[in-house]
């Protein structure tokens, strides 16, 4: 068994110390998936940029005002706490990608992508919002684990957790996913595709929803 997978594991809310370690286990997590092989597609460059843009996420909105949980170890072979997992969650009336929070963060974004490409960015994740559920709902961002830590229940136990807070409130979950591998992991936990943005010049994202448990 790995160190990892043997380790003693909690979740906490995240604070903003905890943007750098977030934001470089998300770029390790993410590096291949579809929307960042769009978004990145220099292979070379694709991981470090992936981290900044998960940091631009993470410490711009959703740490400050959305609902950040880390999943955190501890390891024999490290002295302290690991972050090895993370949840980017909105709840319902947060508004952590909101004009504010875009206004602020632009600059940063356009030296990041390339001002040429904001137009194209823009136009796909409006695409995304339009199927935003209208009643109050939890979104989840991102989640994802280490890839030293996949196999050992960190995804599920801070997807879990989102959701009992969901549950708790009465609303549903809602996520977008471009990366079609991640289907069946969702609809484990109740999450039904309710449309597919097909669109010819950007990957294919499917927007799912989850009802709240009875």
């Known amino acids: 068994m790995s160190p990892t997978a043997a380790a003693a594991?909690?979740?906490r809310t995240a604070n903003m110390n905890d943007v750098p370690a977030v934001a470089?286990?998300?770029?390790?997590?993410?590096?291949?998936?579809?929307?960042?092989r769009w978004f990145f597609p220099t292979e070379e460059r694709r991981m470090a940029r992936t981290a900044r843009a998960c940091a631009l996420l993470a410490g711009f909105g959703y740490v400050p005002s959305g609902y950040t949980t880390v999943a955190e170890c501890r390891e024999d072979s490290v002295r302290g706490p690991v972050v090895r997992g993370a949840a980017l969650w909105a709840p319902p009336g947060a508004a952590p990608e909101g004009?504010?929070?875009?206004?602020r963060s632009l600059p940063h974004?356009?030296?990041?992508?390339?001002?040429?490409?904001?137009?194209?960015?823009?136009?796909?994740?409006?695409?995304?919002?339009?199927?935003?559920?209208?009643?109050?709902?939890?979104?989840?961002?991102?989640l994802g684990a280490d890839p030293g830590a996949r196999g050992t229940g960190v995804g599920s136990q801070l997807?879990?957790?989102?959701?009992?807070?969901?549950?708790?409130?009465?609303?549903?979950?809602?996520?977008?996913?471009t990366n079609p591998a991640n289907l069946g992991y969702y609809e484990r936990y109740g999450?039904?595709?309710?449309?597919?943005?097909?669109?010819?010049?950007?990957?294919?994202?499917?927007?799912?929803?989850?009802?709240?448990?009875?």
């Open 159 to 177: 997807l879990r957790a989102g959701l009992a807070r969901a549950d708790a409130d009465g609303v549903p979950v809602h996520l977008d996913t």
């Open 109 to 142: 974004w356009s030296r990041l992508v390339g001002l040429s490409r904001i137009p194209e960015i823009a136009r796909y994740t409006g695409e995304l919002r339009a199927d935003v559920p209208e009643e109050p709902h939890w979104y989840l961002a991102l």
């Open 99 to 103: 004009f504010a929070v875009t206004l």
């Open 9 to 11: 594991r909690t979740l």
């Open 191 to 214: 999450f039904q595709v309710v449309r597919v943005l097909s669109d010819p010049r950007a990957p294919s994202a499917y927007c799912m929803v989850r009802p709240p448990a009875a």
């Open 24 to 36: 470089r286990l998300l770029g390790r997590a993410f590096h291949e998936d579809p929307f960042f």
